[in-house]
């Protein structure tokens, strides 16, 4: 259970800090899709930095697992908003939500299934 643990929880880490990145460093692609989703500029470094807290809080879980089940849990609470806003306009280019959103979910399983709940 740990490999399948340790697995989709560094997956998901990768995942999310390269997305954190993309949205710290100013990348055009995460300003559009804020544009397309009517979300204020200012808030793409916000929404990077809880990328990068849930991405940090991953890690942790492996040291501190009561970090890394509440990563997880705002990750997934990240991506279910993330979705719903995309839905909210109009747009169906979820997949790569519902990716996020998945690795996030089975982080947070497999986490509470090898670890216990805190």
């Known amino acids: 259970m740990f490999a399948a643990y340790a697995t989709v929880t560094i997956l998901g880490a990768v995942f999310n800090g390269a997305a954190a990145v993309t949205y710290l ?3 055009e692609y995460p300003k ?6 009517g979300i204020p500029r200012k808030w793409v470094p916000v929404l990077g930095l809880l990328l990068a807290a849930g991405t940090g809080g991953l890690l942790a879980g492996f040291v501190v697992p009561l970090l890394g089940t509440l990563a997880a849990s705002g990750l997934v609470l990240y991506f279910i908003g993330a979705i719903i806003a995309h839905l909210r306009v109009g747009s169906r280019d979820i997949v790569g939500g519902i990716v996020f ?15 216990g709940a805190w």
Do not use: F, R, Y
Not at 32 to 37: E, G, L, S, T, V
């Open 101 to 115: 959103l998945s690795t996030a979910l089975a982080a947070l399983t497999l986490g509470l299934v090898h670890q």
């Open 25 to 27: 460093i100013g990348h």
């Open 32 to 37: 559009a899709q804020a544009d397309m989703k």
